[in-house]
């Protein structure tokens, strides 16, 4: 357990519809970030918060948004779901902006 | 566009062989290298990272390279083991950006 919560595991979901991922970082760390794994493109940066205010935004689309709340969970909302969309989503967490420790991930597979 | 490029793709080594992975980077500010290790329906997890200021870093049967100059870095893996058959990642990052990934190499090693 690497102290870094996701959920949910899987995500099956039709294409047009709205779906979030939550994601409880580890004990003490203040930013969140929210990366996309597919099998083609590798792990890519979406977006970073730290300590509730946005950091960095990599490449996220206009469908997609997140927000860290003050308890510092995050959660990443994805809209107007297209089968491109399937992947799997992980976020990570980190104190400073060394260090960062990964959760399982959310495999989300849009039909 | 890709910032730090990894090869190869995928390798097969034998049992007690020394698979090397190698990246290169473009990027000068990046002053954090980590190499991550990923496990089917795992996220990414830490093996072992080095600054720029040193040429080597070994941990256990891991060693990192370094290369400023060619702006290249490689994981070696020292009598390597069927348990270490996983995807293997580097990564970059500097200052307060978030880091940034190659694509993966997927790694087998048959006994």
């Known amino acids: 357990d690497s102290g870094v919560t996701q959920t949910p595991k899987h995500l099956i979901t039709a294409t047009g519809q709205r779906v979030t991922l939550r994601c409880s970082p580890r004990?003490?760390?203040?930013?969140v970030y929210w990366y996309q794994q597919s099998l083609d493109q590798g792990l890519q940066f979406l977006i970073q918060y730290y300590n509730g205010e946005e950091r960095a935004k990599g490449n996220i689309l206009e469908r997609f948004s997140a927000q860290q709340f003050p308890d510092l969970h995050s959660e990443l909302n994805l809209s107007s779901l297209e089968l491109g969309d399937s992947a799997l989503y992980f976020c990570a967490s980190s104190f400073e902006n060394y260090g960062y420790t990964f959760g399982s991930g959310t495999r989300l597979t849009v039909v | 566009q890709q910032q730090v490029k990894q090869s190869p793709q995928s390798l097969i080594v034998q049992k007690g062989g020394i698979p090397i992975i190698n990246c290169a980077y473009e990027?000068?500010?990046?002053?954090?290298f980590p190499w991550y290790q990923q496990f089917p329906g795992k996220g990414p997890a830490l093996l072992i990272a080095i600054r720029p200021d040193v040429s080597e870093k070994k941990e256990g049967r891991f060693t990192i390279s370094f290369n400023k100059s060619a702006k290249q870095f490689s994981l070696h893996i020292m009598d390597s083991q069927p348990g270490d058959s996983a995807t293997y990642f580097c990564a970059a990052l500097s200052g307060n950006t978030p880091l940034v990934f190659g694509k993966g190499t997927r790694l087998s090693v048959i006994a």
């Open positions: 990027n000068t500010a990046f002053d954090y």
């Open positions: 004990s003490g760390d203040l930013s």
